[in-house]
């Protein structure tokens, strides 16, 4: 099985769609900021385009998209994640959007306290699955996927809070567009593939063939 994570499409998605006319994949997920603060028509256009592949899509909004979004995604072919989970074969999947708060005071940021309630909430209902993925906007606090220009991190406390206690499998993840990078969490790889306008995009394999030995791996690529 190969899944296709996009993060930080900000309005621009040319790169994604020729990508998939070449590279068929069997399940795409979008972690945040379809849209450079809206319009939120433009993010159902988007959104049915990527779904036009025939290939399930999952969605979370970011922080830079507009609070209302949540219903252009359910309005959308895409099926949205945030603060819910769905189950694909033995993969459970859950998300959660938004970020943590930031200096900028963009549209849909939350309490570090709401981030953990609820992640903790969607992410229990899939912890029984052979394979568990987070799916957030915001990275956890203290890795390679969080970290400024300047070295100061500025990830979520709550998603570190919540993989490790529950160690997915995967956590997929963005909002900092500068720290596209992999990290580990105990059992838990974190991914940050970076802006989708930079051409960098997140493909995971998943090789089910043994089923005592089920080897995922992800790997950042350009496109």
């Known amino acids: 099985m190969k899944i296709l994570a996009v993060s930080d499409i900000h309005g621009k998605h040319t790169k994604i769609i020729a990508y998939l006319n ?20 433009l993010a ?31 309005n959308s ?3 949205n994640i945030h603060g819910t989970s769905v189950t694909i074969k033995n993969i459970g999947i859950c998300g959660f959007g938004g970020s943590n708060p930031t200096p900028f005071n963009t549209p849909l940021e ?3 306290i709401e981030i953990y309630n609820e992640a903790k909430k969607v992410m229990d209902s899939i912890k029984d699955n052979e394979i568990t993925l987070f799916v957030t906007h915001a990275p956890p606090i203290g890795t390679k996927t969080d970290i400024l220009p300047s070295g100061d991190h500025v990830g979520s406390e709550s998603i570190r809070r919540v993989i490790e206690e529950y160690q997915p499998s995967l956590n997929l993840c963005g909002h900092i567009h500068e720290s596209m990078a992999m990290d580990e969490i105990g059992k838990t790889t974190v991914v940050n593939p970076g802006m989708l306008k930079d051409g960098h ?15 995922i791996t992800p790997e950042i690529i350009e496109i």
């Open 22 to 41: 070449k590279n068929p994949v069997d399940l795409i997920i979008l972690t945040g900021d379809i849209t450079n603060f809206g319009p939120c028509e």
């Open 44 to 74: 159902e256009e988007i959104l049915n385009e990527i779904s036009s592949f025939d290939t399930p899509v999952l969605a979370i909004p970011g922080n830079c998209d507009p609070v209302d979004l949540y219903g252009n995604i359910e």
């Open 77 to 79: 072919r895409a099926i």
């Open 110 to 112: 939350f309490d570090e």
């Open 201 to 215: 995009v997140c493909l995971i394999t998943i090789d089910d063939s043994d089923e005592e030995n089920i080897k």
